[in-house]
């Protein structure tokens, strides 16, 4: 069993940085997958990014991977995701999820069998 919480959201303006925490609980945290999803309103749950358990492969979605950037703390149980150059349209709930570890960093809730209850980002323009 893992619990996850999320922390770091907030209302920014476009151009502005974050840096959201997932902080995990459970002895799998460190062994896990880790990854970031987000849900705007009226739109479904889309994949962000993921990271390995040893932090040695990553996976990031188009719309963000020269933005956004993950590193995990396992001493901390903690993952990162800083995400930078903030547009309106990265509005909306951030979740961490967490699943065992896998050849291929999944990008489908399914993957997915943990969930934190989520970070709110407002971009305003």
């Known amino acids: 069993q893992v619990q996850l919480v999320e922390s770091g959201g907030g209302l920014v303006q476009a151009g502005d940085s974050l840096a959201l925490s997932c902080a995990g609980s459970g002895r799998s945290f460190s062994t896990y997958i880790i990854a970031w999803f987000r849900q705007a309103p009226g739109k479904e749950r889309e994949f962000v990014a993921g990271?390995?358990?040893?932090?040695?492969?990553?996976d990031y979605a188009d719309s963000v991977k020269d933005r956004f950037a993950l590193s995990r703390d396992n001493a901390r149980n903690t993952v990162y995701l800083h995400v930078n150059d903030l547009r309106p349209e990265d509005t909306a709930v951030y979740y961490c999820a967490s699943g065992p570890d896998t050849w291929v960093i999944s990008r489908s809730v399914r993957g997915y069998p943990y969930w934190g209850q989520g970070t709110q980002v407002t971009v305003s323009s």
């Open positions: 990271i390995k358990w040893n932090g040695e492969s990553t």
